[in-house]
């Protein structure tokens, strides 16, 4: 602080605080804290507010666990509330996409990293960008496209004979979340691929070259030497991947079937056509709690810091 | 082994390629296909119709000009608060610096959806305690959607620009100091022609972030709408393939930039190999 008013002076290094002061205070910790009181309070018409009902309450948070409904998970019927029900599909599946991308996204930053010719680099990089830059709304139409009943992939199994009717991809196959999965996978593998291929690149290659003379075999050169370096790309993939999944409205939304329910929907329920606020406030208040567990989780797992998740 | 790993990753990369890009193309084309659906299946003959649809929509229009002017305002915000950030965050170190810098990505982690409804719950509440429920700037609406997109794409100022602080010398402020400059000088002359990339670089990705966001807007807007909110009420509403048309020209233009790009660090890769051989020639001669 003493260095800041040294080099530029009072005048500047107020400017400079209150800048910080009103990112910090008015544009994330008093929303944030806005919506944590929110949440404790009924929705009430405009004439009602400040009124006798308007007191501290948890009936917003007890919403969560109405309407129970039958369901099964893995073929054991259960009977919970429908939003729990909902809120534990999302992170089954937001988990299962971020396995599926780093499947995926793995070998792919190994070679860029390792294998490709050093030369070749840059185009490839731009190659792999190009469709990040289409934005998300038009990456989910265009597999809302290819997955239509009468769409394309079903034109194209029939014409190589491989079934004869066409299948309901939106509907799935082996859970009503498939589609989902499908396209948040595209959607977000990206996001995997470049922590991972950051890290990786930082590896000395001489190591990977030593473990290969001393006769490892190559899975475990990956196991022992590459992906223990790797691990804050994996990390950083891991929990972009599983945010933007389990916070992901648009893709659920163009994509997914009537029987697939994705949390973000609920809350978006709740606060645009219910107009309840509150409600909506409790829901993504649950939510967020979640994600911050999340975080720690992983930093934990990976055994990382936030400045290695977050570049 | 060597080759056949190499073989099979480019073999690897090219399916890749393929997975990321296929799907794309067939929202292409589709834009050229005379049917009522957006399909490439049942090909019913070419036409430039839906181009012209496009042209006489006057709502997408309406949106691409508020997508082109929020975002114009997300990096007249977002840039010199990170930057700031930045600046700040250089100087301080321990505690203070960790929870700071928690505080000022934990946005980029937190899923949208809550930044926008956090934001338009504060606001809201601002108004109703300043007894100003009426007023249109603590309502819903773009400049709350600007407000919720400054708090998380500052984050990703401020990394750039904090990454790019890592190689300025701060020998150069003190002796701008002692020569005699005032603070203003040293950071209008010193500090900030160092970080100009990183803030070109970093206006760049504040600007295409903002016209990508989804989340924040959707729950900050209230009527007016911006580009990809519109193409995801289209794609609710049941679709023409109007916005195949549009999809086409986004993928054009992208397609331009990066082609124009390429070209760019190619011409200067050129250069830059010319000249390494310009000197090798020149020692080789003065050994001789």
């Known amino acids: 602080m003493q260095d800041l008013l040294r080099r530029y002076g009072t005048g500047l290094t107020t400017i400079f605080c209150l800048m910080v002061a009103f990112w910090i205070l008015v544009l994330i910790v008093l929303p944030n804290f806005s919506m944590l009181f929110e949440s404790f309070f009924p929705y009430l018409p405009v004439s009602e507010l400040d009124g006798p009902k308007d007191v501290f309450t948890l009936q917003n948070y007890e919403k969560v666990l109405a309407n129970p409904i039958e369901t099964n998970w893995f073929g054991i019927p259960i009977t919970i509330p429908i939003h729990v029900s909902t809120f534990v599909d999302t992170v089954f599946f937001s988990a299962l996409v971020t396995f599926m991308t780093l499947v995926l996204a793995y070998p792919l930053a190994y070679f860029l990293a390792k294998v490709a010719s050093p030369k070749s680099i840059p185009t490839l990089l731009l190659l792999l960008f190009i469709p990040m830059w289409v934005s998300e709304a038009l990456r989910a139409f265009a597999w809302y496209i290819i997955l239509t009943f009468n769409g394309p992939l079903n034109a194209l199994l029939k014409g190589l004979g491989l079934i004869d009717q066409g299948i309901r991809w939106q509907n799935g196959i082996f859970t009503s979340y498939d589609a989902i999965v499908i396209v948040l996978t595209y959607c977000y593998v990206l996001f995997m691929l470049f922590p991972i291929y950051t890290a990786i690149t930082s590896l000395d290659t001489n190591q990977i070259e030593a473990a290969e003379d001393l006769g490892s075999p190559w899975w475990r050169t990956h196991w022992r030497v590459i992906i223990p370096h790797a691990k804050p790309g994996i990390a950083s993939g891991c929990v972009m991947v599983f945010m933007l999944s389990a916070g992901s409205l648009l893709v659920p939304t163009v994509v997914g079937s009537t029987k697939a329910n994705w949390f973000p929907q609920t809350i978006y329920t709740w606060f645009n056509d219910a107009l309840d606020w509150n409600t909506g406030a409790a829901y993504s208040m649950i939510f967020l709690l979640v994600c911050i567990m999340f975080v720690i989780l992983a930093m934990r797992v990976f055994k990382v810091k936030l400045s290695d998740i977050a570049k | ?288």
Not at chain 2, 20 to 35: E, K, Q, R, T, Y
Not at chain 2, 86 to 109: D, E, H, Q
Not at chain 2, 148 to 158: C, K, L, P
């Open chain 2, 1 to 288: 082994m060597i080759r056949n790993r190499a073989f099979l990753g480019q073999l690897y990369f090219t399916l890749f390629i393929l997975y990321l890009l296929v799907p794309l193309v067939v929202m292409a084309g589709a834009a050229f296909n005379d049917s009522k659906l957006p399909t490439v299946a049942p090909w019913k003959g070419f036409t430039w119709r839906w181009f012209g649809e496009l042209w006489a929509d006057e709502v997408m229009w309406g949106a691409f000009l508020n997508s082109i002017l929020v975002a114009l305002a997300v990096v007249a915000l977002a840039v010199p608060i990170g930057t700031a950030a930045a600046i700040v965050l250089n100087s301080i170190s321990g505690k203070v610096r960790a929870t700071l810098y928690g505080f000022m990505v934990a946005p980029v982690l937190a899923p949208g959806l809550v930044i926008g409804i956090s934001t338009v719950l504060f606001w809201n509440q601002l108004g109703h305690t300043f007894g100003a429920d009426e007023f249109f700037f603590f309502g819903r609406g773009l400049h709350l959607a600007t407000l919720g997109q400054v708090s998380y794409i500052a984050a990703y100022v401020m990394l750039l620009v904090l990454a790019r602080l890592q190689s300025f010398d701060p020998g150069l402020e003190e002796a701008a100091l002692d020569l005699g400059a005032n603070h203003g000088q040293v950071l209008r002359r010193i500090l900030l022609p160092h970080l100009y990339p990183a803030i070109a670089a970093s206006a760049a990705i504040a600007f295409f972030q903002s016209i990508e966001n989804f989340n924040v807007t959707l729950f900050t807007k209230a009527n007016d709408t911006t580009l990809t909110v519109y193409v995801f009420s289209q794609v609710r509403a049941g679709i023409t393939p109007k916005i195949n048309a549009l999809a086409f020209l986004l993928i054009l233009l992208t397609l331009i930039l990066a082609l124009v790009y390429e070209m760019n660090r190619q011409r200067k890769a050129k250069i830059e190999a010319a000249r390494e051989a310009e000197a090798r020639r020149a020692e080789e001669a003065m050994l001789l």
